[in-house]
């Protein structure tokens, strides 16, 4: 079955740089996308941006751009977000999710914390 | 960007009764409309693709509908294990980007 498995929780210093794994089991990884979504405590969903596991393209929200850089290793399935100059606001539960090829998200990990605190 | 409007943002109502959220998109964007449950602390489920398929697995008392720039979610006669924060999701091409509405909170009243 088709499965995502997240690192486990951080907490960072503000200006630090944080970077969660996602990996996938269950499926053929080069066959579909990454995307990461993140969510700040009580608040929506904010798409952060996507990657093809096929050839490494990325797509990244104009708001991080600059700041994210998301990344894949296809020989152990497991795709990487990397947020740098971490401010309180970046605080959130970060979901990586696999994208189908209409850009639904039909599995998702179990979510990864990061706390930016100083 | 195209922006979606998703409504209500919250709504309290009975088992067995029938519930509908809408998604407004500020632009034309086909059938690349998708629907999500989210219970708390757990990550979002896929209900709804394309508008209007059901994913495999999901109860057909959730429903879709719409094209274009409206969209509806239903759920036909509401059960306890329904409460959760439902969101909708669009993709965009021009820039590629993709956008999830801003949720609908839904209680048992």
């Known amino acids: 079955q088709v499965q995502l498995v997240q690192s486990g929780a951080e907490v960072k210093k503000p200006g630090a740089s944080v970077k969660v794994s996602c990996k996938a089991s269950?499926?053929?990884?080069?066959?579909?996308?990454i995307s990461w979504v993140r969510q700040a405590p009580g608040q929506g969903l904010e798409w952060m941006g996507w990657?093809?596991?096929?050839?490494?393209?990325?797509n990244y929200a104009q708001k991080l751009q600059g700041r994210v850089t998301m990344t894949t290793d296809t020989s152990t399935s497991t795709a990487y977000m990397e947020l740098r100059s971490l401010r309180s606001d970046d605080t959130a539960v970060y979901y990586c999710?696999?994208?189908?090829?209409?850009?639904?998200?039909?599995?998702w990990g179990q979510g990864t914390l990061v706390t930016v605190s100083s | 960007d195209i922006q979606m409007t998703q409504s209500p943002s919250s709504l309290s109502a009975s088992v067995g009764d029938r519930v509908t959220i809408t998604c407004q998109a500020s632009?034309?964007?086909?059938?690349?409309l998708n629907w999500y449950q989210q219970k708390p602390g757990k990550a979002p489920k896929l209900l709804i693709y394309?508008?209007?398929n059901l994913e495999t697995g999901v109860p057909s008392r959730f429903s879709g509908s719409g094209s274009g720039t409206d969209f509806t979610f239903t759920i036909s006669s509401l059960q306890p294990e329904d409460i959760a924060t439902y969101y909708c999701q669009q993709y965009d091409n021009l820039p590629p980007g993709i956008t999830f509405g801003q949720g609908t909170r839904l209680e048992i009243k």
């Open positions: 269950g499926y053929t990884f080069t066959s579909y996308g």
């Open positions: 394309d508008a209007s």
């Open positions: 990657i093809s596991a096929y050839n490494g393209n990325t």
């Open positions: 999710a696999r994208v189908s090829v209409d850009y639904y998200f039909d599995y």
């Open positions: 632009q034309d964007i086909s059938n690349y």
